[in-house]
């Protein structure tokens, strides 16, 4: 009965690194009982044979775990409060959704329904939900929860370089780089095995930090290897301007380069030429001099870089990312790297940290409002026209643009709302801004549907629940944080009542009487894919679902991949596919050039009493909303609850103390946790993790105002005031 | 305005706070609900008038300040004229005339004329040509004797800079240390003559003042404390050599007060400004005996509600104009809102995701905003805002008084004071603290001041340093291991050639982000984990 331990090579279930690894799968155990997973580290270019310790646990979510959804739930009665959710079978429950959902959709129109949808999806789930929206719901509701996170970074690549891939070059690049600036990236805690690639700045001092707290990453930088620099949350954007203001001032940007390769230099100049460093200071708290110095070293690199020097690398985050003026932000970054005359050149390049698993290839398969497969316009005629032909449908029945996240779910429950929402693979009351309001709005809908493989907690307030598969226990594909097209592996079989989402929105399509079929097998979509992509700026049509098994391509590549030796190999010795540096001779642009542009800086928002400011990120043991992370005891024992980090002699004017409790009250509601004292944070900034759920949820005290351009949400900058909580009035 | 003709709006005067005018006033432009024309009375467009420091100093050339107009503005085509001197205004009739005669009509007008020097008319003496002595003429004024406004008294200071031309600064503001140390700072041979005892006399309390006077002198500036100038000493050439310049009387030195003799063939005068306020007071509009046109809170005058001021030019309230930039660009932003408004085109309402308005910040109550000094300089870190006196009859230990917190280190060059009362920042002096300064700088934007922030502050100049671990503590954070579990892995292994993959592959410390490895192999290294493991508990 028993059988050998197998082994199956693939990729870990959390960060847009996607770290290699080996899940050894032991039967040896009783019948009837899952296997035993062990996980280890395997070889790729990025994590080299490291995991951090979520990817070293992620075994802990497979198996027979009480908490696993294993059979749909449907609740009986409007009455959320009021009524349990009980077991049903796939007929019941998928027949119920698609009888709502004609009902709602009869009575207030095809937007009445809205999907959110997620960067955690393979490609083949986003791609596939993104067709579902528009063809079998007709729909123009549909966003995901990358709006949170890459939304501004994307736009300022798209308007700038003409392209949105995370990183156009690969990850490895980092490794010879002398100076690589962090502009808001907690990479030590986010992505660990990360770090490995910057161990030549450091070696050579040249790794530079800029975060308003003392983040693991900014203490890398300790010891002579690099510098931190920690600005006012919010003030991201006068420092970079402030910067470039410099370069331009001090004759210190790369002429021949700005006048070969962009356009709008005057427009740009005029943008920065109030910045100078005394400015810049009294508003983001780093001192004139300090500026001046990072201009010119970052300018004397870039110059030895091109004289044969190490490469200069900038990469931004979502630190300086998720503002109201995140897009600008980005755009003054990437400014930033083409006055020093770096991208599109083997001397560094610019760069965005993409965050989630499948970030990168979740905002190229069209789940976004705005956007149809392989990065194409929903207001381009052309796009549409062309998807439309390959769908087998007519332009004129595709529905236009819909909400951003944000707006879809600050809507729900008000006129403009839509009366269901079919949620996958994403937890918005714990992740989404203003997330009591989200709350509400989930609680007023007509019927609230969510994929998942536990009972998260937006899951807890469904009307209907259908389990899922997950990680181990399907094939993909995911795209990584530098563009490669990476398989997915299954290792294990997944609890015999949980299905895949392929199969049910195929399933709810047929219900619904779309005359489109879905696809129900990854390997199907991912042709699909191929085929619908050809020709778009993300362009899928050269892979091959067999050939990705063996080598994760950069897209875009269109030609079927040779099978001539390729000059170029990974250091893992895999010839290198597809283009791994996307800008080598020309930008994305028709004109070829980068464009370069006028940015304005928008007027400062409303302090607290306190006259602080909350800024929320990630933890090294948590990921996201936690559905995962929160049910891993190794995880779960290093850091269990929320947590508010203060300055010392913050903390001590306010009456709070270490391991004591606090509450913080913003315009938008009240959150409580756990006081932790920390020396490295700005005294009028405190850090909350946003893994948590209930009173610990930091997404209760923001609001959710949105960058215009990129309808992106602001999460790291909203005044709060800080209480102590005593012991007879915790909950 | 129900009229579908764009609202016409000049400016006169071309300088900074006129461009940032004009891009505030972008989105009405772009509609084109209103056009614009800026009246430049420089030869020169648009640059940086606050730069000029560094062309006097040569570090730049003038041409490097140029501000060409953008695609943007060109496109939304707004108009700019140089060399447009604007000599009147008529109100009844919404014009004004040009130094050629030329009229331009307006719906609305924008003063923004800035201001000049202030250079005081000083006694002359000397001798012509063969030794004739020239009339001390009053009120002419010798060549060498310039302001720091215009891009051609710049040109005129390098020159002096670089044919070693000795240079005199007078007036100990914020404009004359900056402008000595500019030039001390590329070796010119530089004096700065100031009233009061110390320099930046009136926003630097009198030890911050020793400290800075030390400071120019070890920059090279020669400091005359305490010392006017009681008369130029001049030369002219004689008449019959009949060059252009012949007989104009030129500097050649400087009496001081002190009756000390300061050959200097250039004199500097940051001795003030004075708003240029002749059109609008000959226009009939309010000004102030000092100089400056009288506006409301959003620019506009009381009495013509078509004309506004903004920039250096303005007094909003009734206030003396300060200076500086900063107020300058936030009326430019009240002035152009107004105006949208007027045009049709209001400031777009920020609207939340859920459609609802966003709360607007409340502004800073008057009088609490401080206007941060940063003395521009490539050698000290120089900064200071408000007042940093305080009576000096009060008792400084009174919890309900202003607070005055002081801390200097002589051997570093650095002082630190902050005047507050309450939540209020009154004043502050940051010297040779780049990092307090910065946040000081930051504060006074809102005036006030956290309790917290006092010793915080400083604490800032320096990095928080490293903890010795015990064996609880986690080692390597991407696995959890701990200290002591390292040291078993590590003593686990018999030979004297244990590796960090080695403990990796037993604890899990060093696999992840491997920053750890380095901690790991320098115990392996040094035997410490062998013998403490060896060691009873």
């Known amino acids: 009965m028993s059988e050998p331990a197998s082994e199956t090579r693939t990729h870990c279930p959390y960060c847009a690194l996607q770290c290699a690894m080996t899940l050894s799968v032991d039967d040896a155990g009783p019948a009837g009982t899952a296997p035993t997973v062990t996980v280890a580290g395997a070889w790729f270019p990025t994590n080299r044979g490291r995991l951090c310790r979520k990817g070293a646990t992620a075994a802990r979510l497979l198996g027979d775990r009480p908490d696993r959804l294993t059979v749909p739930l449907i609740r009986e009665g409007a009455n959320r409060q009021a009524t349990a959710l009980r077991e049903a079978s796939w007929d019941e429950a998928l027949d119920l959704v698609a009888t709502r959902l004609t009902a709602l959709q009869h009575r207030h129109g095809p937007d009445a329904i809205g999907i959110f949808g997620s960067g955690s999806l393979t490609n083949e789930k986003a791609y596939t939900l993104g067709k579902f929206a528009r063809t079998a719901l007709r729909t123009s509701r549909i966003d995901y929860n990358g709006r949170f996170c890459m939304a501004s970074a994307a736009k300022a690549a798209t308007e700038v370089l003409g392209l949105d891939r995370g990183l156009p070059f690969p990850l490895t690049d980092l490794d010879e780089a002398c100076t690589v600036v962090l502009f808001g990236s907690n990479v030590a805690d986010t992505m660990p095995p990360f770090v490995q690639h910057l161990q030549k700045a450091r070696d050579l001092g040249g790794l530079i930090v800029v975060d308003p707290r003392r983040s693991t990453t900014a203490q890398l930088t300790e010891g002579g290897a690099g510098h931190h620099i920690a600005p006012a949350p919010g003030t991201d954007l006068p420092l970079l301007l402030s910067l470039a203001h410099v370069l331009l001032a001090e004759g210190l940007a790369d002429e021949r380069y700005l006048g070969r390769r962009t356009t709008g230099l005057e427009d740009f100049r005029r943008s920065v030429v109030d910045w100078r460093p005394e400015q810049a200071q009294a508003v983001c708290g780093v001192s004139a001099l300090r500026i001046r110095w990072l201009a010119r070293h970052l300018a004397a690199a870039a110059r030895a870089a091109k004289a044969g020097g190490d490469p200069v690398v900038i990469l931004t985050g979502r630190g300086v990312e998720q503002h109201r003026d995140g897009t600008d932000t980005a755009k003054a970054a990437i400014s930033l790297a083409l006055l020093l005359g770096l991208p599109g050149t083997r001397h560094g390049g610019y760069g965005t940290l993409t965050g989630q698993g499948n970030g990168q290839g979740g905002r190229e398969m069209g789940q976004k409002a705005d956007q149809l497969p392989g990065l194409r316009s929903i207001t381009a005629p052309a796009d549409r026209q062309t998807v439309a032909g390959r769908w087998g449908t007519t332009a004129e029945a595709l529905p236009g643009p819909g909400l951003p996240a944000t707006q879809l779910l600050h809507t729900l429950g008000t006129e403009r709302g839509v009366k269901a929402l079919l949620v996958h693979g994403a937890n918005v009351v714990v992740s989404a801004p203003d997330a009591l309001q989200v709350e509400r709005g989930l609680r007023a809908l007509d019927l609230l549907v969510v994929c998942d493989f536990f009972l998260s907690e937006t899951a807890a307030l469904a009307d209907v629940v259908l389990p899922v598969l997950q990680w181990a226990e399907e094939d993909g594909t995911l795209t990584n944080l530098e563009g490669r097209v990476l398989r997915r592996r299954r290792a294990v079989t997944g609890p015999a009542g949980a299905r895949s989402e392929l199969w049910i929105l195929a399933e709810l399509a047929r219900r619904l009487g779309s005359t ?85 800086v928008r007027g400062a928002q409303p302090a607290s009493a306190q006259g602080l400011t909350l800024t929320t990120g990630r933890l090294m043991e948590h990921y996201q909303s936690g559905t995962q992370t929160r049910r891993v005891a190794e995880l779960l024992g290093v850091h269990p609850e929320a947590t508010v980090s203060v300055h010392p002699a913050t903390a001590a004017q306010h009456g709070l103390t270490d391991g004591g409790r606090a509450e913080l009250r913003s315009a938008t509601g009240t959150a409580r946790a756990r006081v932790v004292l920390d020396a490295g944070l700005r005294t009028d900034t405190v850090f909350m993790p946003f893994h948590f759920a209930g009173v610990g949820a930091a997404n209760r005290l923001t609001a959710g105002l949105l960058d215009p351009r990129s309808q992106m949400p602001e999460f790291k900058s909203t005044p709060v005031d800080l209480h102590p909580v005593g012991a007879h009035d915790d909950d | 305005m129900t009229t579908d003709r764009p609202l016409r709006i000049v400016v006169v005067g071309g300088g900074p706070v006129a461009a940032r005018l004009v891009q505030e006033l972008r989105p009405a432009l772009e509609s084109g609900a209103a056009r614009v024309t800026v009246l430049g009375e420089e030869p020169l467009p648009a640059y940086q008038r606050i730069r000029l420091g560094e062309v006097a100093s040569g570090r730049l050339d003038g041409s490097e300040l140029a501000l060409a107009q953008s695609a943007d503005e060109e496109r939304d085509g707004v108009e700019i004229r140089c060399g447009a001197a604007v000599v009147s205004l008529d109100r009844d009739r919404k014009t004004v005339t040009l130094a050629g005669g030329a009229e331009v009509g307006y719906d609305r007008l924008v003063l923004a004329t800035g201001a000049s020097a202030l250079i ?199 206030a003396r104009p300060s200076g500086l930039i900063g ?167 018999d030979t004297d050639s244990t590796t960090v993959d080695e403990v990796g592959r037993r604890c899990g410390a060093g696999t992840g982000c491997g920053t750890c490895r380095e901690r790991i192999g320098a115990l392996l290294a040094a035997g410490a984990v062998r013998q403490r493991a060896g060691s009873p508990a």
């Open chain 1, 516 to 600: 489109v079929p879905l696809a129900e097998e990854p390997e199907e979509v991912f042709a699909e894919i191929r085929r619908v992509t050809a020709g778009g700026p993300a362009d899928y049509s050269g892979l091959d679902w067999d050939r990705c098994a063996e080598v994760a391509a950069y897209w875009p590549l269109t030609e079927p991949p040779s099978t001539e030796t390729t000059p170029e190999t990974t250091e893992t010795g895999e010839p290198v596919l597809g283009t791994p540096r996307v800008f080598t001779d020309r930008f994305a642009h028709p004109d070829g050039r980068a464009h370069l542009g006028t940015i304005t």
């Open chain 2, 120 to 318: 005081p008319d000083f006694p002359v003496s000397g001798t012509r040509g063969r030794g004739i002595s020239v009339a001390p003429a009053a009120g002419a004024r010798p060549e060498g004797v310039i302001g720091l406004r215009q891009m051609q008294e710049a040109c005129r200071l390098r020159e002096a800079v670089r044919s070693g031309e000795s240079v005199a600064v007078l007036g100990g503001g914020v404009l004359g240390v900056e402008a000595a140390l500019a030039l001390a700072e590329v070796g010119a041979e530089v004096s700065l003559l100031h009233r009061g005892q110390t320099p930046l006399g009136r926003t630097l309390d009198v030890d911050a003042g020793r400290l800075l006077h030390r400071q120019l002198v070890d920059a090279g500036v020669q400091v005359r404390p305490d010392c006017g100038i009681q008369e130029l000493v001049v030369a002219a050439r004689a008449q019959d050599r009949a060059t252009d310049r012949d007989g104009i009387p030129y500097l050649t030195a400087l009496r001081t007060t002190q009756g000390r003799r300061i050959p200097a063939t250039l004199l500097v005068a940051c001795t003030g400004i004075r708003p240029r306020d002749e059109l609008a007071a000959a226009a009939g509009l309010d000004t102030l005996p000092r100089g400056g046109i009288v506006v409301d809170r959003t620019g506009r005058c009381p009495e013509d509600a078509a004309v506004f001021a903004v920039g250096d030019c303005a007094a909003p309230l009734g």
């Open chain 2, 327 to 493: 107020p300058g660009w936030e009326q430019a932003r009240s002035a152009a809102l107004a105006l949208r408004g007027e045009a049709g085109h209001p400031e777009d309402t920020d609207l939340d995701a859920a459609g609802r308005p966003v709360p607007v910040p409340s502004p800073v109550p008057p009088g609490h905003r401080l206007d941060p000094i940063i003395v521009k300089s490539h050698s000290l870190s120089v900064a200071c805002a408000g007042s940093p006196s305080v009576d000096p009859a009060l008792d400084p230990w009174d919890p309900r008084g202003p607070h005055v917190s002081t801390w200097a280190d002589p051997a570093a060059g650095q002082y630190l004071r902050i005047v507050s009362e309450g939540d209020r920042l009154l004043g502050f002096v940051a010297i040779g603290l780049p990092r307090t300064a910065a946040e000081l700088s930051r504060h006074a934007g809102t005036g006030t001041l956290p309790a917290a922030d006092r010793s915080a502050l400083l604490a800032l100049e320096h990095a928080a340093g490293d903890r010795e671990l015990g064996p609880e503590d986690v080692l390597c954070r991407c696995s959890g291991a701990t200290f002591g579990q390292v040291e078993e892995a590590a003593a686990a292994a």
